[in-house]
T-cell receptor, first 112, second 117 residues
Framework: NAGVTQTPKFQVLKTGQSMTLQCAQD?????MYWYRQDPGMGLRLIYY???????DKGEVPNGYNVSRLNKREFSLRLESAAPSQTSVYFC???????????FGSGTRLTVV | AQSVTQPDIHITVSEGASLELRCNYS??????LFWYVQSPGQGLQLLLK??????LVQGIKGFEAEFKRSQSSFNLRKPSVHWSDAAEYFC???????????????FGQGTILTVHP
């Protein structure tokens, strides 16, 4: 089925470890996004990529890096995980202009 | 920058009762407006969206929302709630073409809906 695929679904890290969250979409969307969801705070934008070859910071970029590998794939990297990065991470994609987002099923990350 | 406020953190209704979830936004021009629903442990599903035109928007699962520019609101309604509607609901605002944040969505804090039998 067409959509947005995120891996892994669950991950536990120790403080200071690094990891990369993977995201791929097969809808030929130009734009891709990484959000984090925390209780009572809704979804907050970490980074986004308006089109292949471009990335830009969102509301909460500190501690993260991203790579738009090609049109399909957009990865999120935590170089040195901290407990404050415990969250549920969602990847999304959209046609240009964000008029219709499709979300992945999320990655639940715990940093101990 | 745009912002979204959902004043109600948690709402409880009885099955069969009507529902209204409130959403207020702040944005200088006509925004794109969305409602999403999230079941526990799941991703977000789009219920409906408003871009322009008719201010009363119909969505999936029997939901509708009305854009009121004068009140900067985009409230979600359903005439008769079913137990399966229990979930968390998010309002979001996007910037229309030409805006500096074109394409990015800003989400409200969410409203948790509990449905009593």
């Amino acid at each position: 089925n067409a959509g947005v695929t995120q891996t892994p679904k669950f991950q536990v890290l120790k403080t200071g470890q690094s990891m990369t969250l993977q995201c791929a979409q097969d809808m030929n969307h130009n734009s891709m996004y990484w959000y984090r969801q925390d209780p009572g705070m809704g979804l907050r934008l970490i980074y986004y990529s308006a089109s292949e070859g471009t990335t830009d910071k969102g509301e909460v970029p500190n501690g993260y890096n991203v790579s738009r590998l090609n049109k399909r794939e957009f990865s999120l990297r935590l170089e040195s995980a901290a407990p404050s990065q415990t969250s549920v991470y969602f990847c999304a994609s959209s046609a240009t202009g964000g008029t219709g987002y499709t979300f992945g099923s999320g990655t639940r990350l715990t940093v101990v | 920058a745009q912002s979204v406020t959902q004043p109600d953190i948690h709402i409880t209704v009885s099955e069969g009762a009507s529902l209204e979830l409130r959403c207020n936004y702040s944005y200088g021009a006509t925004p794109y407006l969305f409602w999403y629903v999230q079941s526990p442990g799941q991703g977000l599903q789009l219920l409906l969206k408003y871009f322009s035109g008719d201010t009363l928007v119909q969505g999936i699962k029997g939901f509708e929302a009305e854009f009121k520019r004068s009140q900067s609101s985009f409230n979600l309604r359903k005439p008769s709630v079913h137990w399966s509607d229990a979930a968390e609901y998010f309002c979001a605002v996007g910037v229309s073409a030409g805006g500096t944040s074109y394409g990015k969505l800003t989400f409200g804090q969410g409203t948790i809906l509990t449905v009593h039998p």
